[in-house]
């Protein structure tokens, strides 16, 4: 497994990667973890040092890394292809699974190509389209030359929502597969809701509006400003990130619970009576889906991951990009009816039940079959058909 990134930087890859170690340590299969050194400090969630030496009992190769501009606990791992062929040649796999490739990713891919490994690339972050945000909207197009030289290089490349297979086809890439992510069902319930916790952040019977996510540019937080002050609620942030200073000083009135993850998360979700999420460049969206087992509806802009995840007028609202009227209404029409907010929590709930990490790590382990069997019959070739199901 090459990740991009990994612990201690707690993100939705890091996330799906230990999800799926512990599925394949239960299984007894070995795994050898390749990812960026992690030497940082992050004060806000109280996180430092390096990835760990091993998880679920598989060891972790750590590769030199530097950190990436204006978000130091993001890192890009330096090293050659060379290198990388080295570790895989002395682990001998039958496959490698590239995580979220950019930088390491890349030069896993060329490395897994001149051994004869078959690859099984997760497309999991929407780079391209961080380049407006980061004020560099010139790199879109070079940034999506990368993704498809990664992409056409692989074996397989598994999309984890209708709209990012859609966009992987439209530029060309062949070999896709539609793979979601699990919820951890037992640990987001209605059941872990905490009337002490609320009175803890809002004022006695108010509705609090919650968004759990990184506090970074292309999350789009500080489109909740019109959020921040509707009276009678509390706009609750949850998570880390370099753009937290800001998004203080746009969101005044908002509570900024820092960093949270576990039973502490479980129930923080599970307190919020609306969920929202404004980024326009997820994927998928792994917080929604947390917020749907919490009992949560859900109002997120109508692009990405959301489009497969909210089922709007039943299990939340979906707002068209830059039309933050429509998220203020959703939420408007959601806060005042709670005949109607409870009925489309419920649905919610009813909706990602049998969403569970072993049920979609199983299907990974038919994708990694599959591309074996591709790579043993025939040579893959890097202008194929798509094969989009």
């Known amino acids: 497994m090459v990740a991009e990134s990994?612990?201690?930087h707690m993100n939705g890859v890091t996330h799906s990667l230990l999800k799926v170690l512990a599925h394949l340590r239960s299984r007894g299969d070995d795994a050898l973890v390749i990812a960026p050194s992690s030497s940082w400090l992050d004060r806000a969630s109280r996180v430092s040092g390096e990835a760990p030496a091993f998880v679920e009992g598989y060891p972790v190769v750590t590769l030199p890394s530097v950190p990436l501009?204006?978000?130091?606990?993001?890192r890009l791992a330096a090293g050659t292809v060379a290198r990388v062929r080295r570790i895989l040649a002395d682990f001998a796999p039958d496959?490698?699974?590239?995580?979220?490739?950019?930088?390491?990713?890349?030069?896993?891919?060329?490395?897994?190509?001149?051994?004869?490994l078959p690859t099984v690339s997760v497309y999991q972050?929407?780079?391209p389209a961080y380049a407006a945000r980061y004020g560099i909207p010139w790199a879109e197009n070079m940034l999506w030359q990368r993704v498809e030289n990664i992409h056409q290089g692989s074996t397989l490349t598994l999309a984890p929502s209708s709209f990012a297979l859609k966009q992987l086809d439209s530029h060309g890439i062949p070999r896709l597969r539609l793979w979601r992510r699990g919820v951890d069902t037992a640990r987001f319930s209605p059941a872990k809701r905490d009337g002490d916790w609320r009175s803890s952040v809002a004022p006695p019977g108010s509705k609090v509006i919650g968004y759990v996510g990184r506090l970074a540019a292309e999350k789009q937080v500080e489109d909740l400003a019109g959020l921040d002050a509707i009276p009678g609620t509390k706009l609750v942030i949850v998570g880390s990130?370099?753009?937290?200073?800001?998004?203080?000083?746009?969101?005044?009135?908002?509570?900024?619970?820092?960093?949270?993850t576990g039973e502490d998360l479980a129930r923080t979700m599970a307190s919020f009576d609306v969920f929202v999420h404004p980024g326009e460049s997820e994927t998928f969206c792994q917080t929604i889906?947390?917020?749907?087992?919490s009992g949560v509806p859900v109002v997120a802009v109508g692009r990405g991951g959301p489009l497969d995840l909210v089922d709007s007028s039943r299990t939340g609202w979906l707002y068209p990009p830059g039309e933050l009227g429509q998220l203020h209404a959703g939420v408007m029409d959601l806060l005042g009816d709670d005949t109607k907010r409870r009925a489309f929590g419920r649905a919610a709930y009813a909706a990602v039940q049998g969403?569970?990490?072993?049920?979609?790590?199983?299907?990974?382990v038919?994708?990694?079959?599959?591309?074996i069997g591709m790579h043993q019959s025939a040579p893959v070739s890097r202008s194929g058909t798509t094969s989009a199901h």
């Open 69 to 74: 501009s204006g978000y130091p606990n993001v």
């Open 366 to 371: 038919s994708f990694y079959a599959e591309a």
């Open 289 to 293: 889906q947390e917020a749907m087992a």
């Open 241 to 260: 990130g370099p753009a937290k200073e800001s998004l203080q000083q746009k969101l005044p009135g908002a509570h900024f619970a820092g960093f949270q």
């Open 95 to 116: 496959v490698v699974h590239v995580a979220s490739p950019f930088v390491l990713g890349w030069r896993a891919v060329q490395a897994a190509s001149q051994l004869g």
């Open 125 to 127: 972050t929407e780079i």
């Open 355 to 364: 969403r569970t990490w072993p049920v979609l790590c199983e299907q990974l």
């Open 6 to 8: 990994f612990l201690p």
